[in-house]
């Protein structure tokens, strides 16, 4: 069967550590990836977009890399800050929709 | 910054009634979706719209699900007769195109079914 899992554990770090997520997903091709952050409430805000033939993108703090052999995404947060504190979600692209892990809830502690 | 709205933030109504969502896509963007998050769980994929027709739906999106788009800035999730388990925060997302873009989303309608 289909499955995306990302650390099923809360992850809890000091502030200017950097938080390293993972995504796993079997049964599934995705030529994009994406992550997400979602807030208590709140809907996702998109973070980064990774494609398939990309290994590695950054914007600012974050970094994502992607492995299809692996079939593994991993998610870095460097410097991290209280500021980060949220529930962070992969979502593999199919066709047009977004299909979401479960989240991590990441906790930065001052 | 644009941003897609929702209305209204919460609604509570009663086990067979209808409840119509309300959304405000971005302007410019041409592909729209439903997601649903039940609490606890993962944000789910109910149904994309583009170009006034469903382009995809979930095994979620049933007889009882329906979808519209009644003007050039609406964009509507009609639930015709409601169950216990539709209770959800329900998330619209629009996007300028339908792959390679992230998806902007709402801030969601939270549906209490009693």
């Known amino acids: 069967s289909q499955k995306i899992e990302q650390n099923s554990e809360a992850l809890n770090i000091q502030e200017g550590k950097t938080a390293t997520l993972t995504c796993n997903y079997t049964?599934?091709?995705?030529?994009?990836l994406q992550w997400y952050r979602q807030d208590p409430g709140r809907g996702p805000v998109f973070l980064l977009l990774?494609?398939?033939?990309?290994k590695e993108k950054r914007k600012e703090r974050l970094k994502v890399t992607f492995d299809t052999t692996l079939k593994q995404s991993l998610f870095h947060i460097t410097a991290s800050q209280p500021a980060d504190s949220a529930t962070y979600l992969c979502?593999?692209?199919?066709?047009?929709?977004?299909?979401f892990g479960q989240g991590t809830e990441l906790s930065v502690k001052p | 910054e644009p941003e897609v709205t929702q209305t209204p933030s919460h609604q509570v109504t009663q086990m067979g009634q209808e409840v119509i969502l309300r959304c405000v896509p971005i302007s410019n963007h041409l592909y729209f979706y439903w997601y649903r998050q039940i609490l606890g769980q993962k944000v789910e994929f109910l149904v994309s719209?583009?170009?006034?027709?469903?382009?995809?739906k979930s095994e979620i999106f049933d007889d009882q699900f329906s979808v519209e788009r009644p003007d050039g800035s609406n964009f509507t999730l009609k639930i015709r007769s409601t169950k216990l388990e539709d209770s959800a925060m329900y998330f619209c997302?629009?996007?300028?195109?339908?792959?390679?873009?992230?998806?902007?989303f709402g801030p969601g309608t939270r549906l209490t079914v009693t």
């Open positions: 997302a629009s996007s300028w195109t339908g792959k390679l873009d992230e998806q902007y």
């Open positions: 719209f583009y170009n006034n027709e469903i382009s995809e």
């Open positions: 990774i494609r398939e033939n990309e």
């Open positions: 979502a593999l692209v199919q066709g047009g929709k977004l299909i």
């Open positions: 049964n599934y091709s995705p030529a994009y």
